[in-house]
């Protein structure tokens, strides 16, 4: 009989059972790539259309005049073009202008992102060079809405100064100050810091099953409510208007040594897919680049959008009326009370799988499944509304898919100076 060989030993350990159990672990990680891939299937409905005067965009995006980014402004035109959009608004860092140019046929509004001593503010129209760099203190938050606010001699300057939004106020680099009642906005979602809160063991090894072969897939499994975000607006809006934005804060850049190039994930592509701003402008984009960015920031500001993540279902289409008497209003608007006051909604084509809450001053007050959602208003409020769809795969509960800015209802014959 053929003589046979011992399994190798190193060190005094048989290695014949360890190649086994490896071979194991790899044939057992196929399957479950597998698996997960068959378990998943986005988006969960077909593409919808948007409503006249909606523009459909990105928020928080980092060109190469970013020092921790490094894609050119035509690159991101042309991959935001391949994704459909009609705007990117571009917030590099510290980059002292605003602007505008089209990139593709897609509108490029080009804002900053300031850092000051209690965290990361938006500006957005405030033109060239409006605060003094030389000045110690002019990377003091209060310093830097102040001179936001003055707008600078040259550059795009919106008429009334430049716009101030929070950028991601909670996590990490949460906003540090006690109280900022001054902005104009906020961010409730940054992509940022969804990837680093609220997922556990199970979330996090389902994303990674996914990532290698339905990377959209493991961006749905840590896509979570942004409760923080959300409970901090509410505190907002119980003193004054402010409007809200979901940002994909994205670089197409994972440092490995700080301020170099590192990793180009997630990219542009993948990040314009995960989440957008749907944006009711209420007309088509003019041409002019300076114009239509003044009439975007416009409409942020005024709370006339919402976002929706466009991982799970297209968001395009949402209408949202609130009627009392006479009196109509849309998102961001006000509705005086008239007597018995509702809010109609006609949702994207997802909308027969979706679940809709309405909040009332931070609480919610209803709950409805279907595509068109019908709330009777319970008096005076700041009412906004959350929208949910199943979540893919095999993981139970739901996902949020859509976050309004709010409408407020005031009692009849409320001065305009007593409004939001």
């Known amino acids: ?51 006249e005067g909606e523009w459909v965009g990105a928020t928080h995006v980092h060109s190469d005049a970013s020092d921790d980014a490094s894609t050119p402004l035509p690159e991101i035109g042309r991959i935001a073009a391949g994704a459909g959009l009609d705007f990117v608004l571009i917030t590099d860092h510290n980059s002292g202008g605003s602007g505008a140019v089209v990139e593709s046929g897609v509108l490029m509004a080009l804002a900053e992102e300031a850092s000051t001593d209690a965290g990361h503010l938006l500006v957005m129209g405030a033109g060239d060079d409006w605060r003094d760099r030389d000045d110690p203190s002019s990377g003091e938050w209060a310093n830097i809405v102040a001179a936001a606010r003055r707008g600078g001699a040259t550059g795009l300057v919106r008429p009334g100064g430049g716009l101030v939004f929070l950028a991601h106020p909670e996590g990490p680099n949460e906003w540090r100050a006690p109280e900022l009642r001054q902005v104009d906005g906020m961010e409730v979602w940054n992509a940022d810091l969804d990837w680093r809160a609220g997922d556990g063991v199970v979330d996090w090894a389902y994303a990674l099953a996914s990532l290698i072969s339905y990377p959209i897939g493991a961006m749905a499994h840590l896509l979570d409510r942004p409760d923080g975000g959300l409970a901090r607006l509410d505190d907002l809006l119980s003193e004054r208007s402010v409007a809200a934005t979901c940002a994909l804060d994205v670089h197409q850049n994972i440092e490995i040594v700080e301020h170099r190039r590192g990793i180009p994930f997630p990219t542009f592509g993948q990040m314009f897919s995960m989440a957008r701003q749907h944006v009711q402008v209420g007309r088509p984009r003019s041409g002019d680049p300076e114009e239509d960015a003044l009439a975007l920031w416009e409409a942020l500001a005024a709370g006339r959008s919402y976002c929706a993540f466009h991982v799970l279902a297209d968001g395009s289409g949402l209408v949202a009326t609130a009627v009392s008497g006479e009196a109509r209003a849309s998102l961001g608007g006000i509705l005086p009370l008239g007597g018995e006051a509702w809010l109609e909604l006609t949702l994207p084509p997802a909308g027969p799988l979706a679940r809709t809450t309405l909040f009332r001053d931070g609480q919610a007050v209803a709950s409805t499944d279907g595509a068109q959602p019908f709330f009777r208003l319970g008096g005076p409020g700041v009412y906004r509304i959350e929208v949910s769809l199943p979540a893919p795969g095999l993981r139970s509960g739901r996902k949020p898919w859509i976050l309004t800015n709010p409408i407020y209802v005031v009692p009849a014959g409320v001065p305009e100076e007593g409004r939001p």
């Open 1 to 51: 009989m053929p003589e046979t060989s011992p399994p190798r030993e190193i060190s005094g350990v048989r290695t014949g059972p360890i190649r086994s159990a490896l071979l194991g672990l790899v044939v057992a990680a196929s399957f479950w790539l597998g698996w997960v891939a068959l378990t998943v299937r986005l988006p969960l409905s077909p593409p919808g259309s948007p409503a």
